[in-house]
């Protein structure tokens, strides 16, 4: 009488389907990859702590890993224009999404601040946002600004005595710290907003190419995005008390969070590359410190020599916030971490 192998026995001869080899740019991308493929693998993350997304580019194992990709999701060329060639060349194999490029993202004008969506896609919470700000809230308050000639109106004198734009441009070829990002502000996954759509699009990538866990994927991203429910209306709560405060910042790369949760600074300084900073920036400083603004919102990348002279005889105390959270731990958790952090610093900071 023959005897059939146990069902135990049989599980065990079945080899285990391999996880999808899955690749992530920056840490708050990293983290919601990471959040919709729990229990099934883990992505791995190009950005080393302390790096800059704008100069992100691969190391040779981290180009042999992009060969071996099957799916690789990054923010795209208007953040890290060096991984645009390598991703075509070396991930021949990979399926390759540019976050920023997909329908339903919502976007920002880097000179105007004028929302929009992404072309292509009528994605209910872009819209949503987007008719906040034609509601006035945010935009229009920024606009009263300009037209009681206080910061666009001398930008634009500026402009054409050929100084400050001049020397913005020219601090963009230097490579500082995202001070030219063309057209569309790449600070993208500071929307939840935009998180939650890529939450869905992450889960049907993933699904399509391991069917056999597409259920995972789908319930891990319906899970976060409740979270993100969650997570907004604490941050709301968060702000609420110092909403309508004016602050300074020494770069508009939080423009994403602050619109979505109705903050602006009444002046985005310039004039700052290196520990330099420009007369333009220095007369913005003084006319805060003549308003009673004691906020500086500003970048760890920034020059410490930069915020002594920014600061010094003023009342203005800096609050160095990360968009990235690179001294946040990777993994499922950093994007939430990292939207409390920025939250918490604002609140902190406006007090």
Request: hydrophobic share 35%; charged share 25%.
């Amino acid at each position: 009488m023959r005897i059939l192998p146990s069902l135990a026995a049989l599980v065990a001869a079945t080899p285990a389907l391999a996880e999808p080899k899955v690749i992530a740019d920056l840490p708050p991308v990293h983290s919601l990859v990471a959040k919709v493929m729990e229990g099934v693998g883990t992505p791995s993350l190009l950005l080393d702590q302390g790096g800059s997304g704008h100069g992100l580019s691969l190391r040779p194992s981290q180009a042999a890993a992009a060969q071996e990709a099957d799916l690789i999701f990054w923010i795209g060329p208007a953040m890290s224009p060096a991984l645009e060639k390598p991703f075509e060349t070396l991930a021949e194999n990979a399926h390759v999404i540019a976050l920023m490029e997909q329908p339903g993202t919502l976007l920002i004008d880097s000179t105007s601040a004028e929302p929009h969506k992404h072309e292509g896609e009528e994605g209910h919470d872009a819209h949503e946002h987007a008719e906040h700000a034609e509601e006035g809230h945010e935009e229009h308050e920024h606009e009263e600004h300009a037209e009681e000639g206080h910061e666009d109106h001398d930008h634009e004198e500026h402009a054409e005595e050929g100084h400050e734009e001049h020397e913005h441009e020219e601090h963009a070829e230097e490579g500082h710290e995202g001070h030219d990002h063309g057209p569309e502000d790449p600070h993208v996954w500071l929307s939840p907003d935009n998180a939650r759509t890529w939450l869905a699009l992450i889960a049907e990538e993933l699904a399509e190419h391991d069917p056999d866990n597409a259920a995972t994927y789908q319930a891990n991203a319906e899970a976060a995005s409740a979270e993100l429910d969650t997570l907004i209306g604490e941050i709301e709560a968060t702000l609420e008390p110092v909403e309508g405060r004016e602050y300074l910042s020494t770069h508009r790369a939080f423009a994403y969070f602050e619109a979505r949760f109705h903050i602006a600074p009444a002046h985005a300084l310039t004039g700052i590359d290196g520990g330099v900073t420009g007369p333009r920036a220095m007369e913005e400083v003084r006319h805060a410190a003549e308003e009673g603004i004691t906020c500086l919102i500003t970048e760890p990348d920034t020059a410490e020599a930069t915020v002594r002279t920014l600061t010094e005889g003023t009342d203005l105390k800096a609050h160095f916030l990360d968009p990235l959270g690179r001294d946040l731990t990777p993994g499922p958790n950093q994007y939430t971490e990292l939207l409390q952090a920025l939250a918490t610093g604002y609140a902190d900071c406006l007090k």
